[in-house]
């Protein structure tokens, strides 16, 4: 019998957005309308954001045809064209550009996402899955796994890069019977979608690394502390917990050994702060998230002041591939103080945006011009902003950095969970410093002084910076604000909030001060500093007026039309309205 | 441990492992600022303040939550860390809203504290004060008049209705005293044997000399003019500054000691070099700026010219000034006033002003024009003299017409001539009052002067050019109000006094945060009251000669007035770490700007909050949730829009607030404050002493504060140290207006007012007439637990040795219910094993009559301490213990039989310890083995299994400790614990046994001291007649050597007319009691406060609080505390002094003896309080001198512990509530209020 053939639309947060829930069901309706002997089933991302929604096509034979931009409109033309008519359909296939993004990439931690049934555990064993666990539970002693994943130099993939294996024995070594394990997936970087990713496409490699390491610190009892506004990847999570403890996975007795464990999910409730270890302790508790001083860390007192290990997603998400393939394979991979890959978002004046995996020290060139195909528009790369709203800005300068922990801090930007933000030449430095600074002083707790008053005080500066009311006084407060508010700041949100302030000063310094002196926004984003005015091009044809709210343009018909500054909001409305380039904008 | 050394600031340091930076800093006394470490908590290093810089980090850390590891070289003030903490600090402040000081504080030159006096003249409270201007200026009746009063203009009432009157008010306070019989007379500290010479007597030197003074130097005034009081004096006409109060004022200075030498000019008579060499260790030239200035003008020397200070100094010196009928006097300043008021009154027709700028720009004060116009002075404005003319003798003025041009650098515009315009006034006299020089040409070969012709000084220091010379007043700013002369004096001598005791200088400092941007439309809610009136003398009588124009106002208007300040000055700002640590690092208020919240005041009846001034500091969160486990305070909001509120946002008197004061306690800014018992609260340096509280039998040290003859806040000792709301803020009947201040006997049927010796002598005739007729035994005495254990002994010898009868009782004596075990109505542990105890059943401890025991149980159950807490209601200790068992209280004795019989049956009673020490065990195991648990427990809803429970955790435990409530616990109850702690062998030893709490501040001290008709003090039995001889040969005095009457026998006996007189001391019965006690021929009542019963009484002794009587208290803890007297006795007459009235007055030859001799004499007669005399340098000891019982010692004392059989039908609580008059003041107080505690 002819081998069935299986189409998989992408379901990821990405894909739904992109319409890939009515994909879907329209693929669903035609399937059991016209009773086609196919199997449907859905997939997590695999990163190719851009093409969503996307589906593939596996024949028998072992082909995969994958398809970008299959909306409910085209679903019909796809099956009567390929599924039926055995055409391809070549123009709606993106097999090559798949290939060419995703042969730059070493997909360890994304290993089955984009690929496999996320649903489905069987999907999962089929490739792997819970084999780690297997091995672990069967020949491996705890310690023997903790030096494991220590030789695989695997560093936590949260932000801070704290070694893996040495977290893990902290925990094991320290006092006490009870001790728990803690998934952090309270992904909280505007624009980072990693473990988001993880959770929603590959659900059961999670599970499978915190039960690899509850047997590593003796824990049966782990949390996955995971964001209420992620309700497809909790949704996945709890399915693969339902199915891990069906197949013996998960509960009392593990696979027949004396190893229980037992998971629950605790959503959050969307505070930033949360991410960071001593407050995400705290919201679990049902305490208000506000971090706490470290030490003690959490591996000394914890939840419920237990050890415990907290890892995130994508960390996890390493872990079986680890202890299944070997820590010397992982170490093949990145640097020598940084080993294997990293996930990196990929967002911003890209090309090609979406998440990437690649071996750690791959330069920030590699990145977003060979994998992510360069800046929109063909308009010139300004800088990049790594780490999320608490990371640094790099200047182009810098676009041949190797992307690793430590190089990176050293730039004054830093890994972060991977947030990549590109950004071109219409981006103005200040006002991203100010975008960044607002939301950090939003999250922040308003616990310690520096930074629930510090990132406040500095985000006034910066408005008023970008508004030109600001005088060079200003900027040097800023500056001491800034420093102060790293180094006084009880929590990694705090330390890390002027980190965009501090870099985009030490890189683009210039726009300050062009800001502050000549009251001028090279990037022409800082409305309060741009002035609108109508150049000689005009001919009067009045589309400009149409389009003016506030009744700022006056002029005759077939006359050169004028602007009252005094009216004008700077909407840029007859920017857009203008087809002869008449409109001056400085 | 091995411990590990480090290095803080140079000094190497060992400490233990673990400690955190801030911890062995303290430890060391390395002073590490913080605004958000309490001991209380862990660490929650919010603040930033307590950064450090540790060698080889890159960054700077906290100590408050940094532990010290082995090598750690620490730097705790380098200049890196006061940069960040002057940041932080200065982070705070960009969203801290609040003046430190008023305004009125902030304008004036001496920030003389004008929001102080006056809010302490709202309250009535004069002579405070009067007292508190007096810690600014020494002349507050000279200033009082003459002051342009600055502080009213920036008074932010001036927005509405009109400034406070700050000038009358210090005027009307400075009047009373001059008035009144006995002036203030400020202390001066011990004499320091150094002289300073101050030259000048003006307000300057005068201030200088008096604050010198007060330090204990010996001071000595060197005046060149046959007068003292420099300006004040010959510069200030006689209708503005009447001499009299001036002298007034030089005298109380000179009272003081400071001697003034007249007729000694600086420079003819004598030398600073003289000086210096005579010996004096400082000087402080004062010399003020005499010299009339020259107008430039042709003819100003002709005779008739003459300048306006010499003018009115000639007043003074030679009386017969001819000054003519017109006189110009040129100028617009006061002086110029002066001299235009002072002609006229001289008898000039015509006496006018020529002032070359228009009444805007005149500096004169306003109410000084106002009265020159009023008393017909002519004005001629824009008009400049140019030339003076005449024939000999000055006869006509020429001056030029002005206009005014542009507003110059200084922001008054400029007059500008009008070409030709002129105009010539023909005048007899000429008087320039264009301002004043200091006459230098004697001194200057001495002392270096400036350009501007004053004395050259160091503006920080007023150091002039020579050592240990300082100069100060107009002599070195040129002239000016009198207030800054007075304000450099008060200055000059806190640098003198440093430099000649050789201190380093250390100026007080000067941070102030301040409100911005007030307007009207800011100051919303305050009824308009309008500003007092000054009553002045009519224009026409004026002018008849020189009597004061302003004549005062009244105390009704001042209190009025004063009543209308807004209260702007921070309560805290003497308190306030925030602004100590601003000043310390020199932070800017205004340094980061920005948008600032604004929050409403909130106000509790004991609390308010000010949330504009808090900086998130959490301290108040935890130790509501920690410490007091109320839970009413929380943070609300994340990041900048945090804010500390109570739950749900409700007012805090509606919330689980138990009103202690914690939060207030522990707050460090102004956000948390006491809600001051007076009507016009301000921030006031209180007189503070130490003492116990007079409330409940956890006897908590405490801080009195006072101010005048009122309690204005009570605090805990210790900073650290918890009170409940009764301690905290159950004073006001200290204050109460009604307090019982004289002795009353009833005349006709009258309370009549009359001397203590009448009433006594009135009480002493009756009773010896009832003695007489009925025998001693007719007569009783009452007396309560809120008397010191030395007025109880006075009380008890009162009635056995001077009423000859043991009828002696209290409405709260409670039965001993333990004796038999223990030996004494005693706890037999102290309050500090607790903490120590590895298990404790706390039983009938109502958290609500005890919550400062809630919160050490609480305390020690988050230690580890296994607490069973039992209580027949929910609490706010019920959550926070590990076991909380809800018992009915008639169910408690089965309940308590059943953990007994559990621990009888399973064998795990101490053999040993009951062969040795106990009695009784026998039947006590017969019946324990006859018992079913399950049906001891029936009425309870507790299990056999949580018997087992809580029996083998008794069992398990090595340090169990029962706490037992004796109001709300049956005594067959406690009794039956006691037994369970004497079966184990868990008792007599540290940390084990039984603590009963008492209700009361002096349960204890009751029964200690006799209260009783059976025992003699230290439970020795009247009946015995070794003890009974004891005291007889003490007291040389044959005793009455029958038992008394008990309570309800004397109650009996007064209803069947065997008890004809009661004395009642303190107790305020029930109406049931009340009625009986009518009944008496003779009832004699010692009260605090009006109650029915002495409504009753024939006669009232007044009585003293606990606030103004020393002596002592013996807690539930086995602490024996003293008591200091933080205030006078209302009466005048101490509680002692009233007893020793009544012992004289029936003759018993006994003469008043001191404490100490009081004492003595209890430690002779009382074998527990054997080492009482040691409270006199001891603020506690032990009962029985030591912390617990002793097994040894009580077998020996009172032979082997009785045991019962428990009697478990028995178990209904014994009720017998009565509220002391004290307490049903505060209790009637909070229900005024709304408060349910």
């Known amino acids: 019998m002819e081998k069935k053939i299986t189409v998989r639309v992408g379901l990821s947060t990405c894909g739904i957005a992109a319409g890939g829930n009515k994909t879907y069901e329209k693929f669903n309706e035609i399937i059991s309308d016209r009773k086609l002997n196919i199997n449907l089933e859905i997939t997590g991302c695999i990163g190719l954001c851009y093409h969503e929604p996307m589906v593939d096509i596996l024949t028998g034979d072992g082909k995969v045809f994958s398809y970008g931009a299959i909306t409910e409109d085209n679903v019909a033309m796809l099956i009567d064209e390929h ?32 690929l496999i049934n996320p649903d ?66 309270d992904e909280g970087d505007p624009g980072a979608f990693m473990d988001r990713s993880i959770a929603e496409g590959d659900p059961h490699s999670v599970v499978e690394g915190m039960l690899i390491s509850g047997y590593a610190i003796g824990a049966n009892e782990g949390h996955i502390y995971i964001r209420a506004e992620y309700p497809l990847a909790i949704l996945r999570i709890q399915k693969a917990l339902e199915d891990a403890k069906k197949s013996k996975y998960l509960g009392e007795n593990i696979l027949g050994s004396d190893f229980s464990f037992n998971l629950k999910i605790k959503k959050g409730a969307g505070a930033f702060v949360c991410g960071e270890e001593t407050a995400l302790i705290a919201s679990l508790e049902g305490k208000r998230g506000m971090p706490t001083l470290k030490p003690p860390f959490p591996a000394q007192k914890g939840l419920w002041q237990k050890p415990t290990s907290i890892n995130n997603v994508e960390t996890f998400s390493n872990v079986p591939w680890i202890i299944s393939e070997g820590a010397k394979s992982y170490t093949l991979f990145g640097t020598a103080k940084s080993a294997g890959t990293k996930v990196f978002a990929l967002a911003g004046k890209i090309n090609k945006g979406g998440l990437v995996e690649v071996p750690i020290g791959t330069s920030l060139r590699e990145i977003i011009f060979d994998i992510g195909d360069g800046i929109q528009g063909g308009k010139k790369f300004k800088g990049v902003q790594l780490g999320g709203p608490s990371g640094g800005c790099l200047p182009e300068n810098l676009l041949d950095t190797p992307v690793d922990y430590d190089t990176l801090i050293q730039k004054g930007a830093m890994m972060g969970s991977g947030g990549m933000i590109v950004m071109d030449e219409t981006t103005c430095m200040v006002d991203m410093a100010r975008f960044f600074l607002n939301f950090t002083k939003d999250e922040s707790c308003g616990k310690c002084v520096h930074c629930r008053l510090g990132t406040k005080r500095m985000l006034e500066i910066l408005v008023l910076i970008t508004e030109g009311k600001a005088t060079s006084e200003d900027l040097s407060l800023l500056e001491e604000l800034a420093v102060n508010v790293k180094e006084g700041s009880l929590c990694g949100l705090g330390q890390t909030a002027p980190n965009p302030v501090l870099t ?4 683009f310094r210039h726009e300050y001060e062009e800001h502050i002196t000549n009251k001028k926004c090279q990037a022409k984003v800082c409305k309060a500093l741009l002035t609108y005015t109508i150049n000689e091009k005009c001919i009067g044809c009045g589309a400009c007026v149409r389009r003016c709210p506030v009744n700022a343009i006056n002029g005759e018909r077939r006359k050169l039309h004028t602007i009252v500054p005094e009216l004008c909001v700077k909407c840029g409305n007859c920017v857009d309205a203008c087809k002869f380039d008449a409109i001056l904008v400085e | 441990m091995e411990k590990i050394k480090i290095n803080i600031n140079g000094r190497e340091l060992t400490a233990n492992p673990g400690q955190t930076i801030l911890e062995t800093a303290r430890e060391n006394d390395i002073y590490v600022p913080t605004l958000c470490y309490s001991e209380h908590f862990e660490p929650y290093a919010s603040c930033g303040i307590c950064l450090v810089e540790i060698e080889g980090f890159p960054r700077p850390l906290r100590a408050c939550a940094t532990a010290i590891s082995n090598g750690m070289v620490i730097r705790t003030e380098s200049e890196k860390i006061k940069k960040a903490r002057k940041l932080a600090l200065e982070l705070m402040l960009s969203d801290h809203r609040g003046d430190c000081r008023g305004p009125c504080v902030m304008a004036c030159p001496a920030n003389c504290d004008a929001q102080g006096y006056v809010a302490l003249a709202a309250n009535g409270m004069f002579r405070e004060a009067l007292k508190l201007v007096k810690e600014f200026m020494p002349i507050p009746g000279s200033i009082g008049r003459v002051c342009p009063a600055p502080c009213e203009k920036d008074c932010r009432r001036g927005l509405l209705e009109g400034a406070v009157s700050i000038r009358y008010i210090k005027r009307l306070l400075a009047d009373i005293d001059m008035e009144g019989k006995d002036p203030y007379m400020p202390e001066i500290a011990p004499e320091t044997h150094k002289r300073i010479a101050v030259i000048g007597s003006g307000p300057a030197g005068l201030t200088a000399a008096f604050f010198l003074r007060r330090l204990g130097h010996s001071v000595t005034i060197f005046e060149a003019l046959p007068q003292s009081g420099g300006m004040l004096r010959y510069g200030i006409p006689e209708y503005r500054l009447p001499k009299r109060v001036l002298d007034w004022e030089i005298s109380l200075i000179e009272r003081l000691g400071v001697e003034i030498r007249t007729n000694m000019r600086l420079g003819e008579d004598f030398t600073i070099n003289y000086l210096k060499k005579a010996g004096y260790d400082a000087i402080y030239v004062a010399v003020g700026a005499q010299s009339s200035k020259k107008m430039g003008v042709p003819g100003e020397d002709l005779p008739g010219v003459i300048g306006g200070a010499d003018f009115l100094r000639s007043m003074f010196l030679n009386s017969g000034t001819s000054i003519g009928k017109r006189v110009a006097v040129v100028g617009g300043g006061n002086v110029a006033m002066d001299a235009v008021r002072t002609s ?41 003299p140019v030339r003076i003319q005449g024939n000999g003798k000055a006869e006509k003025i020429v001056c030029q017409k002005m206009e005014l041009g542009k507003p110059d650098a200084s922001g008054r515009r400029r007059p500008q001539a009008i070409p030709d315009a002129f105009v010539e006034f023909e005048v007899d006299t000429i008087i320039a009052a264009i301002g004043q020089d200091v006459e230098f040409q004697n001194i200057k070969e001495e002392i270096e002067f400036n350009k501007y012709n004053t004395i050259s000084i160091d503006q920080r220091t007023f150091a002039t050019s020579l050592p240990g010379v300082f100069a100060g007043g107009d002599a070195v700013t040129g002239p000016d109000d009198a207030i800054v002369a007075v304000a450099a004096g008060r200055r000059a001598a806190i640098v003198i006094d440093q430099y000649i005791s050789s201190k380093s200088l250390n100026l007080p400092g000067n941070f102030n945060s301040k409100i911005e941007g007030i307007t009207a439309s800011s100051l919303t809610d305050i009824l308009s009251h309008p500003k007092a009136s000054m009553p002045v003398l009519e224009p026409d009588v ?35 770490k925030l602004r100590e640590f601003s000043d310390v690092y020199s932070a800017k208020p205004d340094k980061i700007k920005g948008s600032m919240h604004e929050y409403k005041k909130a106000i509790h009846p004991f609390i308010i909050r000010e949330q504009d001034k808090c900086i998130l500091c959490g301290l108040c969160v935890k130790v509501c949730a920690n410490v007091v486990g109320a839970e009413a305070l929380g943070l609300v909001n994340r990041g900048f829009e945090t804010y500390v509120g109570p739950s749900l946002d409700r007012p805090l008197a509606e919330t689980t607030c138990i009103s202690c004061g914690q939060c207030v306690s522990i707050c460090p800014t102004g956000a948390l404050n006491e809600n001051l018992p007076v009507d016009k609260p301000a921030a006031w340096e209180l007189n503070k002493v130490s003492s116990t509280c007079g409330f409940c039998g956890v006897g908590c040290r405490i801080q009195i504060e006072t101010a005048g003859d009122k309690v204005l806040r ?244 090595k340090n169990p400790l029962i706490i037992a409530g004796t109001k709300r616990l049956c005594s067959e109850s406690t009794r039956i614990l006691a037994t369970i702690s004497a079966i184990m062998g868990k008792i007599g030893l540290p940390r084990r046994g039984i603590i009963l709490m008492k209700e009361r501040c002096n349960s204890q001290g009751l029964t200690d001291m006799g209260i009783s008709s059976v025992n003699l003090p230290g439970y020795q039995k009247i009946e015995d007649t070794d003890s009974l001889k004891k005291f007889e040969a003490e007291w040389n005095v044959r005793l009455n050597p029958k038992a008394g009457l008990s309570y309800e026998e004397i109650i009996d006996g007064i209803n069947f007319g065997r008890i004809k007189a009661v004395f009642v001391f303190g107790e305020n019965p029930d109406q049931q009691t009340l009625s009986t006690l009518r009944k008496a021929e003779l009832l004699v009542v010692h009260e605090q406060l009006p109650t029915e019963l002495s409504q009753a009484a024939d006669c009232v002794l007044p009585a003293a609080s606990f606030c103004e009587s020393e002596g002592s208290y013996t807690n539930s803890g086995r602490k024996i505390q003293k008591l200091s007297p933080a205030l006078p006795p209302k009466s005048g007459y101490s509680n002692q002094d009233v007893f020793y009235a009544l012992i004289n007055a029936l003759n018993f030859s006994h003469k008043k003896a001191s404490l100490a001799q009081l004492r003595h004499e209890i430690a002779r007669l009382t074998p527990q309080h054997e080492h009482i005399s040691e409270l006199e340098s001891k603020d506690f000891i032990y009962w029985n001198d030591s912390p617990y019982s002793d097994i040894e010692q009580m077998v020996k004392e009172k032979g082997r512990m009785k045991l019962a059989v428990p009697d478990v039908t028995l178990s209904a609580m014994r009720e017998r509530t009565y509220k002391d008059s004290m307490l049903k003041r505060y209790y009637d107080e909070l229900s005024e209020k709304g408060l349910n505690l």
């Open chain 2, 344 to 384: 006229k009154r001289l008898g000039a027709k015509t006496a006018m002003i020529i002032y070359r700028r228009s009444f805007e720009e005149m500096p004169a004060q306003a109410i000084e024009v106002h009265e020159a116009k009023e008393e017909g002075i002519e004005f001629h404005l824009l008009t400049a």
């Open chain 2, 542 to 576: 004026r002018l008849q000669g020189f009597i004061e124009v302003e004549l005062g106002i009244t105390p009704e208007q001042a209190l009025k007035d004063a009543s209308r300040c807004l209260e702007c000055g921070c309560l805290d700002s003497f308190e306030c």
């Open chain 2, 714 to 957: 009570v605090t805990p000792e210790s900073p650290t140290g918890l009170l409940c709301h009764r301690g905290r803020f159950g004073f006001s009947h200290i204050n109460d207006p009604d307090r019982i201040s004289s002795p009353m006997i009833r005349t006709d049927g009258i309370l009549k007012l009359v001397e203590l010796k009448a009433a006594a002598d009135f009480v002493a005739a009756k009773t010896k007439t009832i003695k007489a007729l009925y025998g001693n035994d007719s007569i009783a005495v009452l007396t309560s637990p809120r008397y010191t254990n030395e007025e109880l002994y006075l009380i008890q010898k009162f009635t056995r040795a001077v009423l000859g009868t043991n009828n002696l009782a209290s409405l709260s004596e409670h039965e001993a219910p333990v004796s038999d075990i223990t030996g004494f109505d005693v706890s037999t542990n102290s309050y500090d094993e607790v903490e120590a105890s590895d298990m404790i059943l706390a039983a009938g401890v109502d958290v609500k009559d005890y919550p400062v025991m809630a919160m050490k149980l609480r305390k020690t159950s988050s230690a580890g301490t296994k607490l069973y807490l039992v209580d027949n209601k929910d609490s706010i200790l019920s959550k926070d213990c590990h076991r909380f068992l809800n018992i009915a209280e008639y169910s408690s004795s089965g309940v308590f039989a059943a953990i007994l019989v559990y621990i009888i049956k399973n064998e795990n009673t101490n053999s040993a310890f009951i062969n040795k020490y106990i009695e009784g065990y026998n039947d006590l195991e017969s019946w324990a083995l006859s018992q079913d648990i399950g049906s001891l427990i029936e009425n309870s809803d507790l299990s056999e299994k949580d018997i087992a429970d809580i029996a083998e955790s008794f069992i398990k435990a």
């Open chain 1, 504 to 507: 985009t000063l030490r890189y």
């Open chain 1, 83 to 114: 599924l039926i008519g055995g055409r391809v359909v070549s123009n709606l296939l993106i097999n090559e550009d798949k290939d060419k993004v995703t042969s730059k990439q070493v997909r360890i931690s994304l290993r089955n996402c984009g």
């Open chain 1, 120 to 185: 489905s555990i069987e999907d999962y064993i089929k490739n792997g899955g819970y084999k780690a666990l297997k091995k672990v539970l069967s020949t491996m002693t705890p310690d023997e796994v903790i030096d494991e994943i220590t030789a695989s130099g695997l560093r936590g993939r949260g932000g801070a890069g704290f070694p893996t294996g040495f977290k893990w024995r902290a925990t094991r070594q320290s006092p006490g019977n009870q001790k728990y394990v803690v998934c952090n997936a």
